[in-house]
């Protein structure tokens, strides 16, 4: 990566190494996570609690924001009304939601408010247990298709959370990695997610429209 890049993390959990490994490449890092309350009240036990994104997270080239990955534009959610899918944040699965109210932006959204619509991207990073469904559908058919046809965005790490109980739900989702396939994201690596069966890895590589006649867009 090169010295100026921007990075974008939806997702911080309980470790933002990959943010940390970004910065100390010299890029501009974004992080995104409004389940602070969540952690530091321990949602998945006492070795992961007091996590606290505010307080621990920035540093000199890393910003955090509050706010979580959505569909619409901005919208701010009550207690409890935050539409979970798959596996959503609890353990056993969707058993918990936002205990505080949690404002959730479209990834388009985002980049405009940041200002980062005429620049690159290097690496938009999304681990966000299954609202990653929604949140890119929507983006790929938004105003930013040709911005993500014109190459601007430069990689694209991803965890596809897939429901084993659900077959129809799954084809959706089969149907939404193919519209990243079509905007010219090609996978370069993929690997079950510490060998789960309803977890996927995947790195794309956003490639060239000159360099791509093998697609259809």
């Not at 943010?19 to 602070?36: I, Q, R």
């Not at 530091?40 to 994104?53: A, T």
């Amino acid at each position: 990566a090169a010295a100026g890049c921007v990075v974008y993390s939806y997702g911080l959990g309980a470790d933002w190494s990959f943010d940390n490994a970004a910065e100390k490449l010299g890029c501009e890092v974004h992080g995104f996570d409004p389940s602070g309350l969540l952690w530091r009240q321990g949602m998945h036990g006492r070795d992961y609690s007091g996590i606290d994104y505010g307080k621990q997270y920035p540093s000199s080239k890393k910003h955090f924001h509050n706010w979580g990955i959505g569909v619409v534009a901005k919208a701010l959610y009550p207690v409890n009304s935050v539409p979970q899918e798959w596996p959503g944040l609890g353990d056993p699965q969707l058993s918990k939601s936002n205990s505080e109210p949690w404002e959730l932006r479209s990834i388009e959204q985002a980049i405009t408010d940041l200002g980062h619509a005429d620049r690159s991207i290097a690496v938009l990073k999304i681990d966000v247990e299954g609202a990653e469904w929604d949140a890119l559908s929507a983006f790929f058919e938004s105003s930013f298709g040709e911005y993500l046809k014109s190459g601007k965005l430069k990689q694209f790490l991803i965890e596809w959370h897939w429901d084993p109980d659900s077959r129809a739900r799954n084809g959706r989702h089969a149907a939404i990695m193919q519209r990243a396939l079509s905007l010219g994201f090609v996978p370069w690596k993929l690997e079950r997610h510490e060998g789960s069966d309803c977890c996927l890895d995947v790195s794309y590589v956003g490639v060239a429209p000159a360099n791509r006649p093998y697609l259809t867009l």
